[in-house]
Nanobody, 118 residues
């Protein structure tokens, strides 16, 4: 059974930075997709970023500002968020897809709030 435990997040001013962390346990292999989704108030969950076998993807809204990283030795993934904007305010979820589907994860972390003030 895959488990994802998140840490990080919080309140930051626009233009600031935050880093989200996610501890991954269970049968996750290098060809499985690990990533991040987010859900803003009143909106559907949306893909933010993903990583599989060294390849990465980003949504257009975060490209150039966010960076996803994986540390295999520590079984961790991270989302470094720079130049944050108020529209980045959302609950962020760490995700894992054992079916190699970038946009339909099988597993979700507990979620962590990110609030960007203007």
């Amino acid at each position: 059974q895959v488990q994802l435990v998140q840490s990080g997040g919080g309140l930051v001013q626009a233009g600031g930075s935050l880093r989200l962390s996610c501890a991954v346990s269970g049968p996750i292999l290098v060809h499985h997709v690990l990533g991040w989704f987010r859900q803003a108030p009143g909106k559907e969950r949306e893909f933010v970023s993903g990583l599989m076998s060294g390849a990465t993807r980003y949504s257009d809204s975060v490209k150039g500002r966010f960076t996803i990283e994986r540390d295999n030795a520590k079984n961790m993934i991270y989302l470094q968020m720079n130049s944050l904007k108020p529209e980045d305010t959302a609950v962020y979820f760490c995700t894992a897809s054992t079916g190699a589907d970038w946009y339909r994860p099988d597993y979700w972390g507990q979620g962590t709030q990110v609030t960007v003030s203007s």
